[in-house]
């Protein structure tokens, strides 16, 4: 028996466990990538136009922050840059959390164990993970391409397009094969690993933003940390501009260091620990605890400083930016006019920040989600029913979380609208006059973020058993609206069904209080609901 | 005397399972009751009913003079529940969560808790995910009798406890039932039942089908009785109630009705009984009649599939 005996039938048991979940991603992701890439065809058929928009976008800081590097003003170059970003997101997650459902999920619930104890080497698990997560990362890939290549883009770029995901998709595996040896949780692995996921798009919009732009304003040369990122990896293709099948050499060099890294820190560890030794705890809890509201906070506070860590980063980097708008608008009157015509109503860097604290706002409510969403963990778990056995209400249970999570999504507003305000504040010398507008801009995001955590309140009063899928569905399309809206050329009572959408654009536009008491009022009739339908139903185990 | 717990045509389904059909089941105030039956009939619903987590499709529950769904938290004061799979959080230590389920039933004597970590061994510092199933066990158990409650309801509390840590257990039942507490103990472990339970229900696919005393259910029962006598002993095989007789000259094994003891000791007496072994029937016969023609079955099944 080697470490690998067993692999093959852990990869039809991992794959049998996913014969719905991995299909519904990919057939999510594809159908985004192919409404996009239409409609982008769809949308600028006009050389002249597509070159308006190429430079546009390599001179706007919103979109090379959002939608990353602009590499010429081909039809395809065109659908990359408007089109795409996001997509690698989308595999990243979908690999993140595929690789730790087959890895320490396993490992946490016992079931890694049982398997263990069969004729498994010690390494068929993770290896069977990673088989099956580089599977799904092919097939998108395979996919992606032929859809590019369906609307008529050439077809040599079209793989390299699709390879370019695919293989970001393959890299985050790996990153996940290494979160879930350290990490003694799923929660723990999943975590670290999403924080890995946001670092790196950071890093790549920051190198972006801060890159350069030559040949007529229509090719933007990243600064190095987009080199740090492999969703910058992915971008620095240049699919249907340059088609560097070189950079795919970084890919393949950074994921077999990061497996064999996992491998070896696999063999280094008992099944089911991490790579920390566990500390004994305190004989009798602390006063604070004894109270239902006192272990909510136990269970989630490490949830929220995590959080706050990558909303002070996230701010702090798009604060220390923020500058550099003015450099790039003072370039040329022409562009500051054309963007500023883009942006809103306020200035250039007023718009910006509207950006990326309207993009903090859907993080919140991420957060938010997450959140009350350990109410359903902690029933199918069934932790809940020795609490309820206790004098505590289903009411107050329930408020204990949901209190945590409205104060929590606050303070990660506030968070960051502070980062970003100390930053640019000190980037131009005015701190006392960024931070309270930054800070008030950003608490416009938070009706928005609570109408959304009220959604997943009522998914798990109406419908445990759907609640994770119905409420990150939910956050999945605002975040897709957002980003892509404009592109998809939604209809408008579509991108309405978002609360993100009738948020004003502070701090460029002036708040208007009529959507923000609406939004207040849907999130308060959907944690109502919640509470009501939880009261009235069984506890049901997972 | 008062009733603790009163349950009448109780029914639950989850989908199209019917998971109590109907089950009765009477709990006098201060006594330890004896909830008994095996795997998937129905022993956790009902108590998960009695704790108002599920709700009853049809009939009658009440508990401490309440109703269990709409009073539960007033309810949830005056009792402590020990669950059949302990969960707890893995990043609390046992001390936490023992000290923590105390605070929310309102309370727990420090002094009886020490006591009972010490009496079931359990070291309160280390973190819950360090736990062995039986250990969690000792936690949840430990904070139940450390608080000063009417009820305990106990569900299959000694299950993945070493046979040191359940004789402990039932000290402490014991003790319980001296200070008068009511005590709901759901078990297939028949000889903690038997040492420990005044009355005993037997559950059977979400039905009870008997509910009494031990003496009175060891009743409709059979004794085992072996005998020596001096002369040759017949005619046991025409008196009624004896069963499974085999006679060898003037040595007899039978299993008689215990109603039927008396007239079948008289007739033995003619024979100048010389030795006399009689042994009552344990709560494992009573038991196995009641599941005997399932398990019966099961035999049969297999004998064709083999």
């Known amino acids: 028996m080697t470490a690998f005996t067993g692999t093959w039938r852990l990869v039809r ?68 840059t408007q089109g795409l970003a996001v997509l690698g997101l989308g595999v990243a997650f979908m690999s993140t959390l595929a690789v730790i459902r087959h890895t320490r999920q396993n490992e946490e619930t016992g079931r890694a164990e049982m398997i263990g104890a069969g004729i498994v080497g010690r390494h068929a698990n993770l290896t069977a993970a990673l088989i099956v997560v580089a599977g799904a990362n092919v097939v998108f890939a395979l996919l992606a391409a032929l859809t590019l290549i369906g609307n008529d883009l050439p077809v040599a770029s079209s793989v390299l397009a699709g390879a370019s995901l695919g293989f970001v998709g393959i890299a985050f595996a790996a990153i996940a094969a290494v979160t879930a040896q350290i990490s003694e949780t799923s929660r723990g692995a999943n975590g670290m690993a999403a924080a890995a996921i946001g670092l790196a798009f950071l890093l790549r919009a920051v190198g972006d933003v801060a890159g350069k732009t030559v040949e007529g304003g229509t ?80 269970l989630q506070r490490g949830v929220l400083f995590g959080w706050a860590v990558a909303m002070l980063v996230l701010g702090a980097t798009y604060g220390g930016v923020g500058d550099e708008i003015a450099d790039m608008v003072s370039d040329s009157d022409e562009m500051a006019d054309l963007i500023e015509r883009l942006g809103g109503a306020g200035t250039l860097t007023e718009s910006y920040f509207a950006t990326t604290l309207a993009f903090g706002g859907i993080a919140a409510s991420g957060y938010a989600i997450q959140t009350l969403l350990r109410m359903r963990a902690e029933e ?61 801009a950003a608490l416009v995001q938070v009706p928005a973020a609570l109408a959304l955590a009220g959604l997943a309140v009522a998914a798990f009063g109406l419908l445990p058993h759907r609640a994770v899928a119905i409420a990150w569905t939910g956050f999945a399309l605002c975040l897709l609206m957002g980003q892509l809206g404009a592109i998809l050329d939604l209809p408008q009572a579509v991108l309405n069904l978002s609360p993100f ?19 207040l009022v849907v999130a308060a009739a959907l944690l109502a609901t919640g509470m009501a339908a939880f009261r009235r139903r069984d506890v049901a185990q997972g | 005397m008062t009733t603790a717990i009163s349950i009448s045509g109780l029914v639950k389904n989850f989908g199209r399972t019917r998971a109590l059909d109907g089950l009765d089941l009477s709990v006098a105030a201060g006594e330890v009751h004896g909830f008994l039956g095996p795997n998937g009939s129905g022993k956790t619903t009902t108590i998960r009913i009695l704790l108002g987590l599920l709700r009853a499709d049809a009939g009658q529950a009440s508990l401490l003079g309440g109703d269990p769904w709409n009073d539960a938290v007033e309810l949830h004061r005056r009792l402590a529940y020990v669950p059949g799979e302990v969960n707890l ?64 309801i106990l569900d299959e509390p000694t299950s993945g406890l070493d046979p040191l840590m359940e004789s402990v257990f039932q000290d402490c039942v014991n003790e319980l039932m001296q200070d008068g507490r009511t005590v709901l103990l759901s078990s297939h472990v028949l000889a903690e039942v038997e040492a420990l339970c005044d009355r005993v229900s037997i559950i059977r696919l979400g039905q009870t089908v008997e509910s009494g005393t031990l003496a009175e259910l060891r009743h409709l029962t059979r004794t085992f009785i072996s005998v020596e006598a001096v002369r040759p002993i017949t005619g046991l095989a025409e008196l009624p109630g004896v069963h499974d007789l085999l006679v060898d000259g003037a040595h007899a094994r039978f299993d008689v009705d215990t109603a039927e003891i008396g007239r079948t000791l008289r007739h033995l007496t003619q024979f100048d009984v010389s030795s006399l072994t009689s042994t009552p029937p344990t709560l494992e016969e009573l038991f196995l009649r009641h599941y005997g023609d399932e398990l019966a079955r099961e035999q049969e099944a297999m004998e064709t599939t083999a």
């Open chain 1, 13 to 80: 048991l991992a794959l049998r466990r996913d014969r719905i979940q991995l299909p519904i991603w990919l057939v999510s992701l594809i159908l985004i990538e192919a409404a996009t890439v239409s409609s982008i065809v769809g949308l600028y058929p006009d050389e002249e136009e597509r070159l308006n928009l190429a430079i546009t976008s390599a001179n706007s800081p919103v979109s090379l922050m959002t939608n990353g590097l602009v590499s010429g003003s081909s039809l395809g170059a065109t659908t990359m």
């Open chain 1, 219 to 298: 090719k933007t040369i990243s600064a190095w940390p987009s080199w740090l990122s492999p969703i910058g990896w992915s971008q620095q293709t240049r699919a249907y501009d340059d088609d560097n099948w070189w950079v795919f050499g970084i890919f393949v060099v950074t994921v077999v260091g990061l497996v064999g890294l996992a491998f070896e820190l696999t063999a280094h560890r008992d099944v089911g620990a991490g790579m920390r030794a566990v500390r004994p705890g305190a004989t009798t809890a602390p006063p604070g605890l004894l109270s239902p509201l006192g272990l909510a906070w136990r």
């Open chain 1, 380 to 440: 199918a778990a069934m932790r809940v029913e020795p609490v309820l056995a206790t004098s505590v209400s289903r009411t107050r249970w329930m408020w204990s979380h949901i209190v945590i999570a409205m104060l929590g999504v606050t303070a990660l507003v506030v968070l960051m609208g502070l980062s970003t305000g100390l930053t640019y504040g000190l980037v131009i010398g005015d701190v006392g006059g960024q931070v309270p507008p930054l800070v008030g």
């Open chain 1, 501 to 519: 959408t009738h948020l004003p654009a502070a701090p460029a536009d002036d708040v208007v209080a009529t959507p923000l008491i609406m939004l």
């Open chain 2, 89 to 152: 959080w893995p990043n609390l230590s046992g001390g936490e969560v023992i000290d923590l389920f105390g605070a929310l039933r309102g309370g727990l004597d420090p002094k009886r808790r020490s006591e009972l970590l010490e009496r079931f061994d359990l070291d309160p510092s280390k973190k819950c995910r360090t736990y062995s199933k039986g250990n969690r066990q000792k936690v949840a158990v430990v904070a139940a009798f450390a608080s000063d409650v009417e009820l305990f």
